[in-house]
């Protein structure tokens, strides 16, 4: 069984960042970096959606059009925890954000166009970004 834990949810005003930590824990994680790794959330009335997700295998990368140039994703495999850092927020950025490892990425005959969750899944932390 795995574990998530997330952490660093907070207010913030527009334009502000933060950064989101996900611990990750079980006796069936042998190591983190044999797991793709990912972000999601949920914003009020809406489905949960892929925001940012990192491949194991080749390093792929997928950012959603709505965070991309300002969300980064990273991991630190020897702590078995990884990160989402979120700059230049907005408004809409408002959502319960849920970290996932084993996940799978999307592609297509261009390249990565999404990412899906599967069973290990965090509580979920607030984000709320208002003034």
């Known amino acids: 069984q795995v574990q998530l834990v997330e952490s660093g949810g907070d207010l913030v005003e527009p334009g502000g960042s933060l950064r989101l930590s996900c611990a990750a824990s079980?006796?069936?994680?042998?190591?983190?970096?044999?797991?793709?790794i990912g972000w999601f959330r949920q914003a009020p009335g809406k489905e949960r959606e892929g925001a940012a997700c990192n491949s194991n295998t080749d390093g792929t990368t997928y950012y959603s059009d709505s965070v991309k140039g300002r969300f980064t994703i990273s991991r630190d495999n020897g702590k078995k925890t990884f990160y989402l850092q979120m700059n230049s927020l907005k408004a809409e950025d408002t959502a319960v954000y849920y970290c996932?490892?084993?996940?799978?990425?999307?592609?297509?005959?261009?390249?990565?166009?999404?990412?899906?969750?599967?069973?290990?899944w965090g509580q979920g932390t607030q984000v709320t970004v208002s003034s």
């Open positions: 996932a490892t084993d996940i799978s990425l999307v592609y297509n005959d261009y390249g990565v166009v999404g990412c899906l969750g599967d069973d290990y």
């Open positions: 079980g006796y069936t994680l042998d190591s983190l970096d044999n797991y793709a």
